[in-house]
């Protein structure tokens, strides 16, 4: 089983026994919108790939079910600014992570670390930068990673390789879920190192109620 699929079986668990809610409600997706689309991506991981040419082809679970929940939690933004700040960081996450596949050995057996991580966690950090909200920091995750593959893809045939690409598939799915999933999870982590650092530089007053003085933390 890949490291995608034990993810996503993993953050399903953890949703079923109440974890992540605070990430959930901040995404504005259900407990069972949630689980929902990981059932979804990880049964459409297992159909085959539909092919749309001779050398192009998408996995249901690792590029459509994906790609659809990007714009479910695009159209449920709050403001146009959000949903305009995570179109540029997809593009600016397609990009970096274009470059840093054209960089990076084409043989994985000449890297350290697994690629699939090195790109994940790419994609997902930089998504993060450039994606503020958990919801921009997702979409810019995932559709950076796609827009990363089809740039490749079309670099490679422009230069007449006659080279063919399954979006989503294969270890393309790893890597889309995984920089996805860093993305939010570094948003969250970030998100919650501030909002306490601002709650200790708050200096608590003192309010009388019901006959008594309690303690009141200003906001």
């Known amino acids: 089983m890949s490291l995608g699929f034990i993810l996503l079986i993993a953050s399903g668990v953890l949703i079923l026994f109440g974890a992540g809610q605070r990430v959930l409600d901040r995404m504005r997706l259900t407990?069972?919108?949630?689980?929902?689309?990981?059932?979804?991506?990880?049964?459409?991981?297992?159909?085959?790939?539909?092919?749309?040419?001779?050398?192009?082809?998408?996995?249901?679970?690792?590029?459509?079910?994906?790609?659809g929940l990007c714009m479910y939690l695009w159209f449920k933004a709050d403001t146009f600014l959000e949903k305009a700040r995570s179109i540029a960081a997809?593009?600016?996450?397609?990009?970096?992570?274009?470059?840093?596949?054209?960089?990076?050995?084409?043989?994985p057996a000449e890297m350290v670390v697994d690629p699939t991580l090195v790109y994940g966690a790419a994609g997902g950090?930089?998504?993060?930068?450039?994606?503020?909200?958990?919801?921009?920091?997702?979409?810019?995750?995932?559709?950076?990673?796609?827009?990363?593959?089809?740039?490749?893809?079309?670099?490679?045939?422009?230069?007449?390789?006659?080279?063919a690409l399954v979006l989503g598939g294969a270890g393309g799915f790893d890597v889309i879920v995984l920089s996805g999933l860093i993305a939010v999870l570094l948003s969250e982590l970030v998100g919650e190192l501030v909002e306490r650092a601002k709650r200790g530089r708050q200096k608590p007053t003192r309010e009388f109620v019901n006959g008594d003085f309690v303690r009141r933390e200003q906001r």
């Open 90 to 107: 997809a593009l600016l996450t397609g990009v970096a992570v274009y470059v840093l596949g054209r960089v990076l050995p084409a043989d």
């Open 125 to 163: 950090l930089i998504a993060y930068v450039f994606g503020r909200s958990r919801r921009g920091a997702f979409i810019a995750g995932t559709l950076g990673v796609m827009l990363a593959n089809l740039a490749a893809w079309g670099y490679a045939n422009a230069q007449g390789a006659d080279q």
């Open 31 to 67: 407990d069972r919108e949630a689980i929902l689309f990981i059932a979804l991506i990880i049964a459409g991981g297992f159909l085959p790939d539909i092919w749309l040419s001779r050398s192009f082809a998408f996995n249901v679970g690792g590029a459509l079910v994906p790609l």
